[in-house]
Antibody, heavy 122, light 107 residues
Framework: QVVLVESGGGVVQPGGSLRLSCAAS????????MHWVRQAPGKGMEWVAA????????YYGDSVQGRFTVSRDNPRNTFYVQMNSLRDEDTAVYHC???????????????WGQGALVSVSS | QSVLTQPPSASGTPGQRVTMSCSGG????????VNWYQQLPGTAPRLLIY???QRPSGVPDRFSGSKSGTSASLAISGLQSEDEADYFC??????????FGGGTWLT
């Protein structure tokens, strides 16, 4: 079965950096696009970023454009997001999400991870 | 505030049929398909409905989706206690961003 496990969350000061990882198993990782979706406390879901199956195409939400970078290591079945210049409003649970197709956009999300909590606070 | 609008709560009794709405605009729901997700307390979200009205394998046929114009609906028939969860909709917009509803908590 598909399993997505996020790691790397924690507490970071405003302006700091953090890298989240997502370990994937149970499917042919290199054949599918991947996404990060976050949920701030008490708020709805917000799409963060996406990457195509081969890593050549990347897409970002307006609120993280220029600060976050997604990447993937297909031989290691791992997906990443590097988060720089973090702000208070980046505090959220970050979910690793599998797309149903190889192309990153558009598409629907067929499997989600439990999420990793990122807290930006001084 | 979420771009797609959902009522914050809904309720029903076992066996009943409930519906919940998701309202958007011409650049999102009006021109793209809608997907629905269920999130049980303490668990990862699960895909319930894709492309407006398609059910993934393993999702009971008690769950159904529809779309008309700039709105979509999720219906659950034969309500069961284990259906108590948060339900949220999602759709792409014409600028290639995914938009989500704020979620409807079903009691």
């Amino acid at each position: 079965q598909v399993v997505l496990v996020e790691s790397g969350g924690g507490v970071v000061q405003p302006g700091g950096s953090l890298r989240l990882s997502c370990a994937a198993s149970g499917f042919s990782f290199s054949s599918y696009a991947m996404h990060w979706v976050r949920q701030a406390p008490g708020k709805g879901m917000e799409w963060v970023a996406a990457i195509s199956d081969d890593g050549n195409n990347k897409y970002y939400g307006d609120s993280v454009q220029g600060r976050f970078t997604v990447s993937r290591d297909n031989p290691r079945n791992t997906f990443y997001v590097q988060m720089n210049s973090l702000r208070d409003e980046d505090t959220a649970v970050y979910h690793c999400v599998k797309s149903h197709r190889a192309v990153a956009v558009p598409g629907y999300f067929d499997f989600w991870g439990q999420g990793a909590l990122v807290s930006v606070s001084s | 505030q979420s771009v797609l609008t959902q009522p914050p709560s809904a309720s029903g009794t076992p066996g009943q049929r409930v519906t919940m709405s998701c309202s958007g605009g011409s650049s999102n729901i009006g021109s793209n398909t809608v997907n629905w997700y269920q999130q049980l307390p303490g668990t990862a979200p699960r895909l319930l409905i894709y492309k407006n009205n398609q059910r993934p394998s393993g999702v009971p046929d008690r769950f159904s989706g529809s779309k008309s114009g700039t709105s979509a609906s999720l219906a659950i028939s034969g309500l069961q206690s284990e259906d108590e969860a948060d339900y949220f909709c999602a759709a792409w917009d014409d600028n290639l961003n995914v938009l989500f509803g704020g979620g409807t908590w079903l009691t």
